[in-house]
């Protein structure tokens, strides 16, 4: 039973800053291509950043500057540092972990997702 829970969303003012955490259970965690992703109304789910299991950092051409992306093998966590955020950065995060399985398939899980509202 794989489990990922997302939190650290709320309401915060444009150029305010937020930490979003996923804490997952259930898979080998150091062995897992982790992601963050996010949905607005009206809009499809968008990748936000990527941080793979053997590193390399990558993120949305939208947020490259402002957003950080880092993982905690020991705690088996993920987590988006989100500075100068906007109130186009107003979503549903949601985080991603990829499982391998063998050498020819992955499994995808996702969180529930966590709100993001930006606004004065």
């Known amino acids: 039973q794989v489990h990922l829970v997302e939190s650290g969303g709320g309401l915060v003012q444009p150029g305010g800053s937020l930490r979003l955490s996923c804490e997952t259970s259930g898979t080998i965690f150091e062995r897992n291509d982790m992601s963050w992703h996010r949905q607005a109304p009206g809009k499809e789910r968008e990748l936000v950043a990527g941080i793979p299991a053997d590193g390399g950092a990558h993120y949305a051409d939208s947020v490259k500057g402002r957003f950080t992306i880092s993982r905690d093998n020991a705690k088996d966590t993920v987590y988006l540092q989100m500075n100068d955020l906007k109130p186009e950065d107003t979503a549903v995060y949601y985080c991603?972990?990829?499982?391998?399985?063998?050498?020819?398939?992955?499994?995808?899980?996702w969180g529930q997702g966590t709100q993001v509202t930006v606004s004065s």
């Open positions: 991603q972990a990829e499982e391998p399985q063998g050498r020819f398939a992955v499994l995808h899980y």
